[in-house]
């Protein structure tokens, strides 16, 4: 115990007990030692020169004043003008107290009649907590001096003067029964935060534990990190769930890593990835760092999915699925079937929670697999939640997809193979399906199959366009792009595509001119006019043919003026960061003095990468559980 002049006798009133210097100026000891509200005086036996301190309380655990309540700890500050030149307490191994053999535990305490202070010799019964708090002690040898009051505060050190932990209570001073508690570091660290940073963690050393700390200084100053999805990249797929409400902050999710998951690779993972974040770095450690090739290739995006399906128990009820991808494997999130009315409410309440499991620094997708009659569903204009009005496409690039398609090997197979072919382009052609379009569904198929469509735009939504926009969904065509409201406009009529010639030809609006088309069916390459491709071709004399190369099918339909808007939208963007740019579309037109009469207000956007779900899997739970 020589040097040891942290060791620090303490006085409230009436009451007297011990304590030990943790910085310098900081006592740490137990808060019914200085309990009542009466001037709290500290001296230190081995450093008599500095005479007896005035202290005040800058902390508690919340101890409730019996002898069994909880958190009996107290953080005094010295009423010094600066650090006392004593070294603090240095700190054992957290688990050091009950490592077995069981060490010798030591404590300097101020018992009746030794004002100068005394020692007391112990060891943990166990490594048991008491009622989750306390480690029972009993003494070394089976005489001499017993914990008693006095000791209260005292810090447990082991031979080689570290702390392992701090005296709370004397449990009996017979011949028979001579025993004690204390606390041991990870309880304390629990009602103290600031012990975190001094006591070792096994597994980082020294300059490791440095590290993390400064670590979580630089990125509470910066933001932006998730303290989530942090822990959950940290603890892994198989690791200790999520706390119930998340945590506050960065250092919260550290402590409950550090203290309360017993992978011990855990908080070392969590500090390297901390580290990537704070510094930037996108690469994880072990893994190589992406050619250029690869990382001009788009995002690589992190799924949220939420997948619809008809439940079988009835016309209304349906299972809502929601999961989370990450390296590669699907992680559930949860599953309910509801009726309709309720999907919105659940999907709000499990977003949060999916995206907490994805990593990091991971590019979010909000997905939306549907059943095709859902497709039109105005998924991204749903709120976050009860208390955020932020629609769900302002928050998160979403987009949407067909559950059939969705499962489709063949499509699945074949959207793979188109989407490694643009990954090495730039933007694409939009190829437009025109609002009153008198081509045949088969027709549509043969021009997206020779053209090797990427992108089809359509100037009706599929609840007026049916057959056209089916042809759209079975074929590998990687992204879809409408507005969701609209009908026949006023200048075409139905659109519907079922229709007989006759029947066109004796509905109002059937004379508007058809887009102009190329001679081979396939869509007019870029600067040959409109870039659509069905309409007749220029000068073929017809009377309902616009001029040559006007650009426009006709002005008034809102249609053609949709399509034409959308086309100049999307000309420079990859097909790969089409999510991100929709997502910029829809914020622009929520901010809009108009939103509703934003072109962009309600595009939907069917976007399909099967390499973002490597796995698509059964259903979580039978359909008709």
């Known amino acids: 115990m020589r040097g040891s002049a942290w060791q620090a006798r303490i ?302 128990a009835g016309p209304d009820q349906v299972t809502v699925e929601v999961s989370a991808y990450r390296d590669g494997r699907r992680r559930p999130v949860g599953a309910h079937r509801l009726p309709r009315a309720g999907v919105r409410a659940y999907v709000q309440s499990r977003i949060d929670e999916a995206v907490a499991h994805l990593a990091p620094d991971a590019d979010e997708l909000v997905t939306f697999v549907l059943p095709r009659e859902w497709l039109n569903e105005a998924v991204a204009h749903w709120e976050c939640g009860a208390d955020d009005s932020t629609p769900l496409g302002c928050a998160y690039p979403l987009v949407v997809t067909d559950r059939a398609r969705h499962h489709s090997g063949r499509l699945r197979r074949q959207l793979r193979k188109k989407w490694q072919k643009l990954d090495t382009g730039g933007g694409v052609q939009v190829h437009r399906v025109e609002c009153g379009t008198r081509e045949r569904p088969p027709s549509l198929r043969k021009r997206l199959w020779d053209g090797d469509a990427p992108l089809a735009g359509f100037a009706a939504p599929p609840t007026v366009a049916r057959p056209h926009f089916e042809v759209g969904l079975n074929v590998p065509v990687p992204v879809l792009l409408w507005s969701r409201t609209g009908g026949p406009c006023a200048v075409h009529g139905d659109t519907s595509g079922a229709s007989t010639a006759a029947e066109d030809a004796s509905r109002p609006g059937a004379a508007c001119p058809d887009p102009p088309r190329t001679g081979n069916g396939h869509a007019d390459p870029p600067g040959s006019g409109t870039g659509r491709a069905d309409a007749p071709p220029a000068g073929s004399g017809r009377a309902d043919a616009p001029p040559a190369g006007n650009g426009r099918a006709d002005a008034s339909c809102p249609g053609t003026a949709f399509l034409d808007r959308l086309t100049a939208s999307v000309a420079d963007v990859p097909p790969a960061e089409l999510p991100r740019h929709l997502m910029e579309l829809r914020l622009t037109a929520e901010a809009a003095d108009d939103p509703e009469g934003h072109w962009a207000r309600h595009v939907q956007l069917l976007w399909d990468d099967p390499r973002c779900f490597p796995e698509t899997g059964a259903s979580l739970h039978s359909p008709v559980a």
């Open 11 to 312: 006085t409230c009133g009436g009451e007297v007990g011990a304590g030990f210097l943790v910085t310098g100026r900081l006592v740490l000891t137990c808060a019914h030692v200085v309990h009542g509200g009466a001037p709290v005086k500290v001296c230190f036996p081995h450093a008599r020169e500095l005479g007896e301190l005035s202290a005040r309380v800058v902390a508690e655990g919340g101890w409730a004043g019996g002898v069994t309540d909880p958190g009996d700890v107290a953080v005094l500050e010295l009423a010094v003008d600066q650090d006392l030149p004593l070294a603090p307490a240095r700190f054992a191994p957290p688990d050091a107290a009950y490592t077995e053999p069981y060490p010798k535990l030591v404590s300097y305490g101020f018992p009746e009649h030794y004002d100068e202070g005394t020692l007391a010799e112990y060891q943990a019964v166990s490594a048991q907590l008491i009622a989750g708090e306390w480690l029972e002690l009993v003494t070394w040898h089976g005489h001499g001096q017993p914990i008693v009051e006095g000791f209260s505060g005292a810090a447990a050190t082991l031979p080689d003067g570290t702390v392992a932990g701090m005296v709370t209570a004397a449990l009996g001073t017979s011949p028979q029964v001579r025993k004690g508690r204390m606390l041991p570091l990870d309880v304390l660290a629990r009602y103290w935060p600031g012990l975190d940073e001094l006591v070792p963690v096994p597994g980082l050393g020294e300059e490791g534990r440095r590290r993390l700390y400064d670590l979580l200084d630089r990125a509470a100053a910066g933001g932006g990190c998730d303290p989530d999805r942090l822990y959950l990249d940290a603890v892994g797929p198989f690791g200790p769930p999520l706390p119930p409400g998340g945590f506050p902050s960065l250092r919260a999710a550290a402590r409950y890593v550090r203290w309360e998951v017993p992978d011990p690779d855990a908080l070392l993972r969590f500090t390297d990835r901390l580290g990537e974040l704070v510094g930037g770095s996108p690469v994880l450690r072990g893994q190589a760092a992406p050619d250029a090739a690869t990382a001009q290739a788009g995002p690589a995006w992190s799924p949220v999915v939420v997948e619809i399906d008809h439940s079988g």
